[in-house]
């Protein structure tokens, strides 16, 4: 699912090791949990994910606008193999306007890294108490 990076494997024991040990191993996942930069305003929340020919690969679990970063993201579950670097992805996004239904397709990057890392952030060094 691409959540690796939440668990540590070099642990001695926990439920679900063996499976996941395997998944890494193996590459037996069908999805791939990845962070989106989608363009536009509208937060896409439970939108569909379609690659540049129309298929269907994945939906939105979650989507916010991200004040500090000043991107619209998104965490979404794609089919393998999508959700590399370099893919085009549009999302469907449904929002209201005036009453009424508004559809829009926006164009979605793959976020590597994190979401917001600023330059400051380890300029200074912290406060000797």
């Known amino acids: 699912l691409g959540l690796g990076w939440l668990v540590h494997l070099n642990k001695d024991h926990f439920n679900g090791r063996q499976a996941l040990l395997d998944e890494k191993t193996k590459g037996l996942s069908r999805y ?25 690969l994945g939906t939105v679990t ?22 590399l ?20 397709m926006e164009a979605c990057s793959v976020i590597e890294g994190p979401i917001f890392d600023p330059k400051r952030r380890r300029a200074t060094p912290a406060y000797d108490f």
Not at 41 to 48: H, L, N, R, T, V
Not at 95 to 104: P, S
């Open 85 to 104: 670097p370099g893919d085009d992805l549009k999302a469907e996004i449904y929002y209201l306007r005036e009453l009424q239904w508004t559809r829009v």
């Open 32 to 56: 791939r949990f990845v962070r989106l930069d989608v363009a536009g305003q509208k937060p896409a929340e439970s939108s569909f994910i379609f690659n540049d020919k129309g298929d269907t």
């Open 62 to 83: 979650s989507a916010a606008w991200v004040p500090t970063a000043k991107r619209n993201v998104a965490f979404a579950s794609l089919e393998m193999p999508w959700g």
